[in-house]
């Protein structure tokens, strides 16, 4: 539980001469670690990956949050306050709790448009972008409305992020730049045999048809051929309604759905009537490291997920 436990402790100590260093420059010194804030935990573990000993990383979120609605602890402020760089989803993944916290921190290298201030979705083909202006107040804390955030789920995708991070992190300490690419280079190998295994596990399953209870596995569906006839939710952050529910469970018959991909935290009680009425499996699939006990890491994440589908689909 690396990355759990990590949101529970501060960030490794300078010593006292770097600190003012940096203090001085309002940049890291030279052989200090850099501070990485992630707002959520999958984020935090390719940074580590990446930046390797040249970086202390906290995550915000815990892998067992719910990252639309995270209720901030009293640790964020100070992780903030001391982060030379914050890395966030985007996407409006955050709107609901992070610019209040950004407001009221004193740290003006983490605000956006500053170097210190990384949105990982830059150069995603990002799902679902609307067409008119997004509206906060319909779908009560986000609509998914700048598309879809959960982009992560498609492991191409972290590639990116990874290749994104490693440049970010060069330019805020040129010094460690071959550590960053090696690193890189170590991650990108190392993701693509992975994808290549994922790829034939689920191969024999295209095409199959699954419900999800949020929009979370978008982007997963696509890289592997899954076709997501609907989801639990009526529209994006609106709880399922009795009403959504009782037109979706003859859809599912008529249409075939195999699988309903959930997470932990969701409530049971629906999926458990799902599972009754319709010939579908529930599987409790993770969007992040440390969702559930063995996930510590990204690469464990997907592994978890694909191993998850295929133990339904074989049963
Ligand atoms: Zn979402």
């Known amino acids: 539980m690396k990355i759990l436990n990590k949101t529970l402790l501060s960030f490794r100590p300078l010593t006292c001469l770097s600190a003012l260093v940096m203090l001085a420059a309002g940049t890291p010194s030279a052989g200090a670690q850099l501070k990485v804030v992630t707002t959520t935990p999958d984020l935090a573990s390719i940074t580590e990956k990446i930046g390797g000993e040249a970086v202390a990383v906290v995550s915000l979120a815990r892998g067992t949050d719910n990252p639309h609605h995270i ?18 989803v985007g996407l409006d993944l955050e709107h609901a709790w992070l610019p209040s916290l950004l407001a009221n921190v004193r740290n003006n290298r983490i605000r956006p448009g500053r170097v210190g201030h990384f949105d990982a979705s830059r150069g995603i083909d990002v799902i679902g972008v609307a067409a008119g202006p997004v509206d906060h107040a319909h779908g009560h804390a986000h609509t998914h409305g700048e598309g879809n955030h959960h982009y992560l789920l498609d492991p191409a995708n972290a590639l990116i992020v990874a290749e994104n991070i490693a440049n970010r992190l060069t330019r805020l300490d040129e010094d460690n730049a071959e550590r960053f690419r090696e690193n890189l280079a170590r991650f990108r190998e190392t993701l693509e045999e992975k994808m290549a295994e994922w790829e034939a596990a689920l191969e024999p399953y295209r095409g199959t048809h699954v419900v999800t209870y949020h929009a979370t596995y978008d982007y997963f569906a696509r890289r592997y051929g899954f076709e997501i006839i609907d989801t639990l939710e009526p529209a994006p952050g609106i709880e399922p309604t009795p009403r959504h529910i009782s037109r979706l469970i003859p ?7 195999r699988m309903v991909w959930s997470e932990p935290v969701r409530p049971t009680r629906l999926l458990l009537r799902l599972a009754g009425d319709t010939d579908a499996a529930i599987v409790e699939l993770a969007e992040f490291p440390g969702a559930v006990n063995g996930i510590d890491t990204y690469l464990d994440l997907i592994d978890h997920n694909v191993r998850r589908i295929v133990e339904a689909m074989e049963r």
Do not use: G
């Open 71 to 88: 209720r901030p602890r009293p640790a964020f402020s100070r992780h903030l306050a001391e982060a030379d760089v914050l890395v966030v």
């Open 251 to 257: 859809r599912m018959r008529e249409e075939n759905v």
